[in-house]
């Protein structure tokens, strides 16, 4: 959490400084491209490896589930939420990272959300622990009966570390996260989350309690500062409340070739998801 004075400071930044504090875009020249690759393999993933596809949790339009079983209906399994600072992209574009842990015998499961500002982000909270209620509930019908590793990336990756205390998850893999929502009312991300004091208070990782199950917190160590300072922050909270798991930095990765260290079975978030599901 940042503290009142390193928050005067950053409120006293230009708004152009603060922006690019959070942009990954404007970071990574490349990301278009990397993000065309992924959705790519995406739709080559969903397009051939058997599986449930857009199965509704709720009555929205993205409230949706891809669920792709492992041979053993008990094998764990990887739910993984898309990134976007809760306002872009689509559950069905991340689904080739499950290639990295169906390598070793996994299920993979990935929900989709309604986007901001069609939805608060206390609601996008609420749906995503409304799919999990879902899985718990159904999965076994489609294959899926396992103990689940909550995963994530960017946004995905803020929701990940907040849904760890569902009754149906046994750990937790958030990449590249955002844990302290305060300095984005700051910031054009702001103009559609319309953040509220108490979505900050309730809803940011590093002002809530540790919760005690095994979360793993991976960052690049090319990303944007803010983001790699929110990873390391949140993983010395929980060590001082002696909570498990990992600090993972992801040597040169930035922002987008993080989520190869998932898609690669010998990747190190491949064997980080392993390690946590032993």
């Known amino acids: 959490?940042?503290?009142?004075s390193e928050m005067a400071a950053w409120q006293a930044l230009s708004q152009e400084t603060r922006d690019r504090a959070y942009n990954n875009s404007l970071a990574v020249p490349e990301s278009e491209a990397l993000n065309a690759?992924?959705?790519?393999?995406?739709?080559?993933?969903r397009a051939t490896v058997p599986g449930a596809r857009d199965i509704p949790y709720?009555?929205?339009?993205?409230?949706?589930?891809?669920?792709?079983?492992?041979e053993n209906a008990s094998a764990p399994c990887l739910v993984f939420i898309h990134g976007g600072y809760w306002q872009r992209n689509r559950h069905e574009d991340f689904v080739c990272l499950a290639e990295g842990v169906r390598a070793h015998?996994?299920?993979?499961?990935?929900?989709?959300?309604?986007?901001?500002?069609?939805?608060?982000?206390?609601?996008?909270?609420?749906?995503?622990?409304?799919?999990?209620?879902?899985?718990?509930?159904?999965?076994?019908?489609?294959?899926?009966?396992?103990p689940i590793l909550l995963s994530g990336w960017s946004a995905g990756g803020h929701l990940a570390a907040l849904a760890?205390?569902?009754?149906?998850?046994?750990?937790?893999?958030?990449?590249?996260?955002?844990?302290?929502?305060?300095p984005l009312r700051d910031t054009y991300l702001d103009d559609k989350l319309h953040l509220t004091?108490?979505?900050?208070?309730?809803?940011?990782?590093?002002?809530?309690?540790?919760?005690?199950?095994p979360l793993a917190l991976a960052y690049g160590t090319a990303e944007l500062p803010r983001l790699i300072a929110d990873?390391?922050?949140?993983?010395?909270?929980?060590?001082?409340?002696?909570?498990?798991?990992?600090?993972?930095?992801?040597a040169g990765a930035n922002h987008y070739t993080i989520l190869d260290a998932l898609r690669n079975p010998a990747g190190e978030l491949t064997k980080a998801a392993i390690a946590l599901m032993r």
């Not at 690759?37 to 993933?45: E, K, S, V």
């Not at 709720?58 to 492992?70: E, V, Y």
């Open 37 to 45: 690759r992924r959705i790519a393999a995406a739709a080559r993933f």
């Open 58 to 70: 709720g009555p929205r339009p993205r409230q949706r589930w891809d669920l792709f079983p492992a």
């Open 1 to 4: 959490m940042m503290p009142d």
């Open 231 to 250: 990873s390391r922050a949140l993983h010395e909270r929980r060590a001082a409340a002696h909570a498990p798991g990992p600090l993972i930095p992801i």
């Open 105 to 146: 015998g996994f299920a993979a499961a990935f929900p989709g959300h309604t986007l901001a500002p069609d939805i608060a982000l206390a609601g996008i909270v609420d749906e995503i622990n409304a799919a999990l209620d879902w899985l718990a509930e159904n999965g076994r019908g489609f294959g899926i009966a396992g």
């Open 197 to 213: 004091d108490a979505e900050i208070t309730t809803l940011s990782p590093l002002r809530l309690p540790a919760i005690a199950k």
């Open 164 to 182: 760890l205390g569902h009754r149906a998850v046994a750990a937790g893999l958030a990449i590249s996260g955002v844990f302290d929502l305060a």
